[in-house]
């Protein structure tokens, strides 16, 4: 706390210039640049519009899209960025991927990330097989793209409306930063996969 | 309150007495020295970097990739497997009371060691607790789909101090004979441990402990 001290004059006594001197160097020191502090404000003094909008939590909300494999029953187009026999396609047909991005993160944020989409999948395997998706992150929203390992689901659900969320929390310390997350299908061996309004939702916790 | 008058005023051509000097800086040292308010600051000026961390929000994360091997040899709530896996948890230790949000996603597959017949079938359940009072729950979700997940969402009230969130499952076989009316599953019908083995995938427990 930042305290200023009065050295009150006294009636009928001439008062000295140190004495009237140190009132004012108080307040000097007192209302210095960055001397105020938590303990100078009322508890409980300060309310929301004292604060600048998205001080304490930013949100952001990316795009629906609509994607469906282009040949029934055969595979995703295939990306050697995941390994040799894992079909994998970033969604509305790899084209033009719909991602959500650039998140701005400062140190000590918190940074979720969660993705709601419809997933409607066509195998050719009776009872199904499993279809499997992630969530990916990158610093450009172009290259790097790796997946969040924890963040995969799985399905085996025909022809039926499914419903995926990935969540996960990114303490970040080194500095402002710039991620951009995408949901993709890693692997559908045996059939189509539809996913439908799909919702990325980033929220960021800034305090 | 940032309004403060000169509580005394000097007069032009008189010798100032002390006293009115005194007060008006005792006024001014007063409100300064802890009694500033949103009203001496302008709107929106404050930002994210005036602020301490961790001052209205935090947030906690539990990740488990293991696989988790739900035991099929009991009816009860498990939150760790035989191989000391657990499904998933976090402790908190909020300085304030606040709300805690808390949210779950897991996705499980049935590695069909046996199977049931109508009308028996086999289920798994989930649960997330604090401090052992249920914030959010599944119901039972059917082995009849190999592969499935669950999105699991609560929010609780909770004292300062210390708090211990768990997820647990837990799977049994069920009569669905004899369900309620109301289409829900009636948990007493469970007639005894699951036929089937489910193993969990990969899981996260997300909380946000809200202090503002």
């Known amino acids: 706390m930042s305290t200023v001290t009065i050295h009150e004059e006294v009636p009928g006594v001439a008062t000295s210039a140190a004495s009237f001197n140190s009132t004012l160097t108080s307040w000097n020191n007192g209302t210095a640049a960055g001397a105020i502090d938590q303990d100078n404000v009322l508890e409980e003094g300060l309310s929301r519009k004292n604060f600048a909008n998205n001080t304490v939590e930013v949100n952001r909300v990316g795009a629906g899209f609509f994607y469906e494999s282009p040949t029934p029953g055969g595979a995703f187009l295939p990306s050697a960025a995941y390994g040799a026999g894992v079909n994998a396609v970033a969604m509305n047909g790899g084209v033009d991927p719909v991602i959500i991005g650039p998140i701005t993160v400062n140190t000590g944020d918190d940074l979720t990330i969660r993705c709601v989409a419809v997933v409607t999948s066509t195998t050719t395997v009776a009872g199904g097989t499993h279809t499997k998706m992630a969530l990916q992150w990158s610093h450009d929203g172009a290259t790097g793209w790796s997946t969040v390992t924890h963040s995969r689901g799985y399905l085996s659900v025909d022809n039926v409306a499914m419903r995926l969320q990935y969540s996960v929390a990114m303490p970040h310390t080194a500095g402002a930063g710039t991620f951009y997350y995408r949901l993709v299908v890693e692997d559908s061996p045996d059939g189509n996969v539809t996913i439908r309004n799909c919702v990325l939702f980033a929220n960021t916790l800034a305090v | 309150m940032a309004l403060r008058y000169r509580v005394e005023r000097a007069q032009e051509g008189m010798v100032i007495e002390p006293l009115v000097w005194n007060a008006n800086m005792n006024e001014l040292a007063g409100e300064f020295n802890g009694s500033l308010s949103g009203d001496n600051i302008p709107a929106t000026v404050l930002s994210s970097s005036q602020v301490a961390a961790r001052a209205f929000t935090k947030t906690s994360t539990n990740i488990q990739s293991s696989s988790f091997t739900v035991s099929s ?140």
């Open chain 2, 73 to 212: 040899s009991t009816i009860d709530w498990q939150d760790t497997d035989a191989s000391a896996v657990v499904v998933g948890g976090v402790s908190i230790n909020p300085p304030t009371d606040c709300t805690v949000d808390v949210e779950f996603y897991g996705s499980h597959q049935w590695t069909s060691t046996g199977t049931s017949t109508a009308p028996f079938g086999n289920y798994i359940f989930y649960q997330v607790i604090i401090d052992g009072t249920v914030v959010c729950e599944s119901g039972p979700i059917t082995d009849t789909d190999t592969w499935n997940q669950v999105n699991l969402a609560g929010t609780m009230a909770v004292q300062a101090g210390p708090h211990t969130i768990t997820v647990r499952v837990k799977v049994a076989e069920i009569n669905t004979s004899f369900l309620p009316s109301d289409g829900g599953y009636n948990l007493f019908a469970t007639v005894g441990p699951c036929l089937n083995t489910a193993t969990l995938k990969e899981r996260v427990l997300l909380v946000l402990e809200r202090y503002r």
